[in-house]
């Protein structure tokens, strides 16, 4: 069994920072790549970065240069700093990992922590 863990969320006021971590836990763990995704209030859920096991990244445009997404590849911890926060990143953060326990691929997701930012 594969679990994700995510943790750091809470209320900031705009322009705050605010530090996200997911741990995932599980035997024999390859990961191949990890993400955060965020989902308001009648939206749809989006990619907000993502991160690969080389480090190779991506972001949605509304975050670049605010966001950064890294990971620890040994504690398989990936971590995304928000900076100069904005009302509108106001929403519940999901981590997501993609990888293999042991020969077992899975595809799993935490189940969520909520980013408040007060305008």
């Known amino acids: 069994q594969v679990q994700l863990v995510e943790s750091g969320g809470g209320l900031v006021q705009a322009g705050g920072s605010l530090r996200l971590s997911c741990a995932t836990s599980g035997t024999s763990l390859k990961i191949n790549f990890m993400g955060w995704y965020r989902q308001a209030p009648g939206k749809q859920r989006e990619l907000v970065a993502r991160?690969?096991?080389?480090?190779?990244?991506n972001y949605a445009d509304s975050v670049k240069g605010r966001f950064t997404i890294s990971r620890d590849n040994a504690k398989n911890t990936v971590y995304l700093q928000m900076s100069s926060l904005k009302p509108e990143d106001t929403a519940v953060y999901y981590c997501?990992?993609?990888?293999?326990?042991?020969?077992?691929?899975?595809?799993?997701w935490g189940q969520g922590t909520q980013v408040t930012v007060s305008s």
């Open positions: 997501n990992a993609d990888g293999r326990s042991g020969l077992l691929p899975f595809n799993t």
């Open positions: 991160i690969t096991s080389s480090g190779s990244t």
